[in-house]
């Protein structure tokens, strides 16, 4: 007997959202289910009849997964090896037909309402432009090309244009200092740097080309830099030779450039991680897995429509960046939002502004955006019209449950889907997030695996655990978008990833499954902290400290103590205006002993100005647990660092404890 549709409600329900031009295959948790099934059952089978459909190839592989996690120790593994394609192909050719006349690129600048947009094929004709122009400053195949600039189009452009040439691009945080960009450009050996005069942020003037000469003196290795002009009243040095204006190199060449066909292999680009725990790693991803796997789960996650606008107001000198506002939106034809600006300027409803104004349906962010906004109350949310937004991502940190309930109920007016995308630069995408609007949400918790992500927690004695459990999270097969290796130094890869746990893919993440098998990540596995024999995460404390209304942020540490093993010590940042007295210690003691359990006690708790984070807006604990081990000459590599004098604050603070 079958059932008349307008009986079932539940399938009304997702056949409404089943909307045209929705190009996620899955819009529910039976077909979630299946697919994630047939990803385990027969992976290359699976990822083959992906790509096939996601990705042009100018000669379609026929060879799926060759390696697993044991054999990168005698090298990288490979996807779809026998399959020959240029990226930008899929990103802008083949987009033309169907979709020339829409917008590809909307861009925001840092005034707010200075927009622009590109269509597929003004995209398509710059990035020919800018290939061609690299190709006569003697820009090739296999080389690599640093990219070190703002939130402009044209970086955007600069990577499809090396991508186009089968040159390897390596994007630096326009952040960072001259060093750090110094370290990059020798250990990836570029020959060229694109850069701009200058880059804007919240009114301010970033020197990145001033900052490129002074990582470049000396660098002999570098035989052009080719300069985007963002602010013509700006004066800066020209090195004769060496440097060269985009709008007298790339404005003047040809339109057409042919594609340099690649191996899927090939590699794509280097980039090197946020450096939150040691030394950055300069990991590689290649052509053919890294788009599939980015084209695959930006239409998935987010469940992609023709006429979405999507946002992503992350930097591309991240991951971030690169993934989901560059490489997966492009390749699935959609329209990207660049932006940018800081969402405090001109005002803290900078981003809601921009909701309103462009009508924007999927928007990703980060944790550390979301708690800073919402310390600022539902009123500069209300004051926009934010009915046009569907799905919100976060990705970067654990969410913690209250900004999560913020952003569901105050932005997303309880009507979105909020997904919380677990991954990393190594993973090159999303591995373990909510699928909307597929997936049962839960405020704090990245949900379950991606079709193609067999999660594996893994005890204390390097043993996988089956059921509800806290442990190591580990991964078990490789996917298409897993980094290959790092660059010039594979054996690093394989220490980095391999050695811990053989056999499986270690990702340094510490995380628990719940009876209904989701995922909750805690933090670092180095931030796990052990306690007279209790295993308790960071991200429990501190998100327990940062529900209480007068405290805006926290990070929590362990430190070698005689009597528990471990202490624990807790640095607090409370709210503009608000005092730290007595009474609001006493209240963050209350809350983590009230959220967690009486094992849980802060043995110091510290109030600081604010915590030392990355370029990338993350907290580097490393340099908090050196303060509270009393080794504060230790810290090892700060060049990541956005502020080290908030780091001299706290190790005066410090030494309270003696
Ligand atoms: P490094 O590897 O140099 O220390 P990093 O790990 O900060 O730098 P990324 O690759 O940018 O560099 O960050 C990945 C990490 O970010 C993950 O390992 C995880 O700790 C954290 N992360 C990302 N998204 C989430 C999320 N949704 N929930 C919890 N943690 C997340
Ligand atoms: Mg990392």
Same mark, same amino acid.
């Given at each position: 007997?079958?059932?008349?549709?307008?009986?079932?409600?539940?399938?009304?329900?997702?056949?409404?959202? #089943? @909307? /045209?031009?929705? !190009?996620?295959?899955?819009?529910?948790?039976?077909?979630?289910?299946?697919?994630?099934?047939?990803?385990?059952? +027969?992976?290359?089978?699976?990822?083959l009849?992906?790509?096939?459909?996601?990705?042009?190839?100018?000669?379609?592989?026929?060879?799926?997964?060759?390696? +697993?996690?044991?054999?990168?120790?005698?090298?990288?593994?490979?996807w779809?090896?026998?399959?020959?394609?240029?990226?930008?192909?899929?990103?802008?050719?083949?987009?033309?037909?169907?979709?020339?006349?829409?917008?590809?690129?909307?861009?925001?600048?840092?005034?707010?309402?200075?927009?622009?947009?590109?269509?597929?094929k003004?995209?398509?004709?710059?990035?020919?432009?800018?290939?061609?122009? $690299?190709?006569?400053?003697?820009?090739?195949? *296999?080389?690599?090309?640093?990219?070190?600039?703002?939130?402009?189009?044209?970086?955007?452009?600069?990577?499809?244009?090396?991508?186009?040439?089968?040159?390897?691009? =390596?994007?630096?945080?326009g952040?960072? =200092?001259?060093?750090?960009? @110094?370290?990059? #450009?020798?250990?990836? *050996?570029? =020959?060229?740097?694109?850069?701009?005069?200058?880059?804007?942020?919240?009114?301010?003037?970033?020197?990145?080309?001033?900052?490129?000469?002074?990582?470049?003196?000396?660098?002999?290795?570098?035989?052009?830099?080719?300069?985007?002009?963002?602010?013509?009243?700006?004066?800066?040095?020209?090195?004769?030779?060496?440097?060269?204006?985009?709008?007298?190199?790339?404005?003047?060449?040809?339109?057409?450039?042919?594609?340099?066909?690649?191996?899927a292999?090939?590699?794509?680009?280097? $980039?090197?991680?946020?450096?939150?725990?040691?030394?950055?790693?300069?990991?590689?991803?290649?052509? *053919?897995?890294?788009?599939?796997?980015?084209?695959?789960?930006?239409?998935?996650?987010?469940? $992609?429509?023709? +006429?979405d #606008?999507y946002?992503?107001?992350?930097?591309?000198?991240?991951?971030?960046?690169?993934?989901?506002?560059?490489?997966?939106?492009?390749?699935?034809?959609?329209?990207?939002?660049?932006?940018?600006?800081?969402?405090?300027?001109?005002?803290?409803?900078?981003?809601?502004?921009m909701?309103?104004r462009?009508?924007?349906?999927?928007?990703?962010?980060?944790?550390?955006?979301?708690?800073?906004?919402?310390?600022?109350?539902?009123g500069?949310?209300?004051?926009?019209?934010?009915?046009?937004?569907?799905?919100?991502g !976060?990705?970067?940190?654990?969410?913690?449950?209250?900004?999560?309930?913020?952003?569901?109920?105050?932005?997303?007016?309880?009507?979105?889907?909020?997904?919380?995308?677990?991954?990393?630069?190594?993973t090159?995408?999303?591995?373990?997030?909510?699928?909307?609007?597929?997936?049962?949400?839960?405020?704090?918790?990245?949900?379950?695996?991606?079709?193609?992500?067999?999660?594996?927690?893994?005890? /204390?004695?390097?043993?996988?655990?089956?059921?509800?459990?806290?442990? @190591?999270?580990?991964?078990?097969?490789?996917?298409?978008?897993?980094?290959?290796?790092?660059w010039?130094?594979?054996?690093?890869?394989?220490?980095?990833?391999?050695?811990?746990?053989?056999?499986?893919?270690?990702?340094?993440?510490?995380?628990?499954?719940?009876? +209904?098998?989701?995922?909750?990540?805690?933090? @670092?596995?180095?931030?796990?902290?052990?306690?007279?024999?209790?295993?308790?995460?960071?991200?429990?404390?501190?998100?327990?400290?940062?529900? &209480?209304?007068?405290?805006?942020e926290?990070?929590?540490?362990?430190?070698?103590?005689?009597?528990?093993?471990?202490?624990?010590?807790?640095?607090?940042?409370?709210?503009?205006?608000?005092?730290?007295?007595?009474?609001?210690?006493?209240?963050?003691?209350?809350?983590?002993?009230?959220?967690?359990?009486?094992?849980?006690?802060?043995?110091?708790?510290?109030?600081?100005? *604010?915590?030392?984070k990355?370029?990338?807006?993350?907290?580097?604990?490393? &340099?908090?647990?050196?303060?509270?081990?009393?080794?504060?000459?230790?810290?090892?590599?700060?060049?990541?660092?956005?502020?080290?004098?908030?780091?001299?604050?706290?190790?005066?603070?410090?030494?309270?404890?003696?």
């Open positions: 007997m079958t059932t008349a549709v307008d009986e079932r409600p539940d399938i009304i329900d997702v056949d409404d959202r #089943v @909307r /045209e031009g929705s !190009t996620s295959q899955i819009q529910d948790m039976p077909a979630y289910r299946e697919h994630w099934s047939r990803g385990e059952a +027969d992976p290359s089978g699976y990822w009849a992906q790509t096939k459909q996601r990705v042009h190839w100018r000669k379609a592989p026929t060879q799926g997964l060759e390696g +697993d996690c044991w054999s990168v120790c005698d090298g990288p593994i490979t779809f090896a026998d399959g020959e394609l240029n990226v930008t192909e899929s990103c802008l050719d083949r987009q033309l037909a169907k979709r020339g006349d829409k917008v590809a690129i909307v861009w925001e600048g840092d005034e707010p309402g200075d927009v622009r947009e590109l269509t597929y003004e995209l398509h004709a710059e990035v020919c432009r800018c290939a061609n122009a $690299l190709r006569e400053l003697g820009l090739k195949k *296999g080389e690599r090309a640093i990219i070190y600039m703002g939130m402009v189009p044209e970086a955007a452009v600069a990577m499809l244009a090396c991508a186009r040439l089968g040159a390897v691009h =390596s994007v630096v945080f952040g960072f =200092s001259a060093e750090a960009l @110094r370290d990059r #450009v020798r250990d990836c *050996g570029a =020959s060229v740097v694109i850069t701009q005069d200058v880059g804007k942020r919240g009114s301010k003037n970033i020197p990145l080309k001033a900052t490129t000469d002074q990582a470049l003196e000396g660098e002999a290795g570098v035989e052009a830099v080719l300069v985007y002009q963002r602010d013509a009243s700006v004066e800066v040095a020209m090195k004769a030779g060496r440097d060269h204006w985009w709008h007298e190199t790339v404005s003047p060449a040809s339109a057409e450039c042919e594609a340099v066909v690649c191996k292999e090939d590699p794509l680009f280097v $980039l090197y991680t946020s450096g939150s725990t040691g030394r950055p790693k300069g990991l590689v991803h290649t052509c *053919g897995g890294y788009l599939t796997w980015t084209a695959y789960t930006h239409a998935v996650t987010f469940d $992609l429509r023709e +006429d #606008v946002a992503c107001v992350a930097d591309i000198g991240w991951i971030t960046g690169h993934s989901y506002i560059v490489y997966g939106p492009l390749c699935n034809g959609a329209t990207s939002l660049m932006f940018e600006s800081v969402p405090t300027y001109p005002d803290v409803d900078r981003y809601w502004d909701v309103a462009h009508k924007i349906t999927i928007f990703y962010t980060a944790p550390t955006a979301i708690r800073v906004l919402a310390a600022q109350g539902p500069p949310v209300r004051k926009h019209d934010l009915s046009s937004l569907r799905v919100l !976060t990705v970067g940190e654990p969410i913690d449950p209250v900004a999560w309930r913020w952003y569901y109920e105050v932005v997303g007016q309880e009507r979105c889907a909020v997904v919380d995308t677990w991954w990393q630069t190594e090159g995408g999303h591995c373990i997030t909510p699928i909307a609007p597929a997936t049962p949400e839960k405020p704090g918790s990245a949900t379950l695996p991606m079709p193609g992500i067999m999660p594996v927690l893994v005890n /204390e004695h390097g043993r996988p655990m089956v059921g509800p459990g806290e442990g @190591r999270l580990c991964i078990a097969h490789p996917w298409p978008g897993m980094a290959r290796t790092v010039g130094d594979h054996a690093r890869y394989v220490m980095t990833y391999f050695t811990t746990f053989p056999g499986f893919y270690f990702t340094g993440d510490g995380c628990r499954r719940d009876a +209904d098998g989701y995922y909750w990540i805690t933090g @670092r596995v180095d931030d796990v902290l052990n306690v007279s024999g209790h295993r308790m995460g960071t991200a429990e404390f501190e998100a327990a400290l940062i529900a &209480i209304d007068e405290l805006a926290a990070a929590v540490v362990g430190y070698p103590h005689a009597v528990k093993g471990q202490g624990v010590h807790a640095y607090v940042v409370a709210q503009p205006g608000v005092e730290a007295d007595d009474a609001l210690t006493a209240k963050a003691h209350e809350a983590v002993r009230g959220s967690i359990g009486a094992h849980a006690r802060i043995d110091r708790l510290q109030y600081v100005p *604010g915590l030392p990355t370029r990338s807006g993350k907290c580097m604990r490393r &340099i908090l647990r050196k303060i509270a081990e009393g080794e504060p000459d230790k810290l090892g590599d700060v060049s990541t660092l956005a502020d080290p004098s908030v780091v001299d604050a706290i190790i005066e603070g410090a030494k309270s404890f003696g």
